[in-house]
């Protein structure tokens, strides 16, 4: 018997981060979610998402009734799971850092991305399950939009959200609005 563990929106740029366990035996799946504050300013800088996650990695393993002697677990290879390590380590917990495929990683994706879509707003077709530079855009554009408004749903922690990209979805809003004021006037001139 063992239990898979899987997380979806750690190195997303918005919104929630999600852990997902699977118990292999019965097919059950939950989830725990770790909170876009936590990944915001001294949140970030004192490490609060790696603390939680141990946290509520107890806690789901605790649901699932795991047997740390006789259940193994394998472990996402994310960093967000550092802490989480050192605690089986300590715990003498039998784990082994995996790749997480296939009915896990398809349900903890598939609860970021609805929680994206009915939560946030983000209507982009181009918003899927598959995490990297696509889905960065996607949130990204959907940010410059309506900057100001949207810059509370960032990780505003991640250093090179202060150092790099700000400044740019700054620019990107400011460019998107001039555009907006000029068709605006155009219409307002008529033929």
């Not at 563990?5 to 725990?32: E, H, M, P, Q, S």
């Not at 994310?78 to 997480?100: H, K, L, T």
């Not at 749903?153 to 979805?169: I, L, Q």
Request: charged residues 35%.
């Amino acid at each position: 018997m063992s239990i898979e563990i899987d997380d979806a929106g750690t190195g997303d740029l918005v919104g929630d981060v999600f852990i997902g366990f699977l118990r292999k035996d019965t097919g059950k799946i939950i989830f725990r979610t770790l909170s876009i504050e936590l990944f915001n300013k001294e949140n970030w800088k004192n490490k609060m998402p790696y603390k939680r996650t141990v946290e509520l990695v107890k806690s789901g393993l605790k649901e699932l009734n795991f047997d740390k002697d006789k259940e193994k677990i394998y472990l996402c290879r994310g960093n967000i799971f550092d802490n989480v390590r050192d605690y089986f380590d300590e715990e003498g917990i039998n784990y082994e850092p995996a790749i997480i495929e296939g009915r896990l990683q398809d349900a903890v994706e598939g609860k970021l991305v609805k929680h994206l879509r009915n939560d946030l707003g983000i209507r982009s077709r181009n918003l899927t399950k598959k995490s990297g530079a696509k889905r960065y855009f996607v949130l990204f554009n959907w940010v410059c939009r309506d900057f100001y408004k949207r810059e509370k749903y960032v990780k505003s922690g991640f250093k090179r959200w202060n150092t790099v990209w700000r400044e740019r979805a700054i620019e990107k809003y400011e460019k998107m609005n001039n555009s907006r004021k000029k068709i605006y006037k155009s219409w307002d001139r008529g033929p």
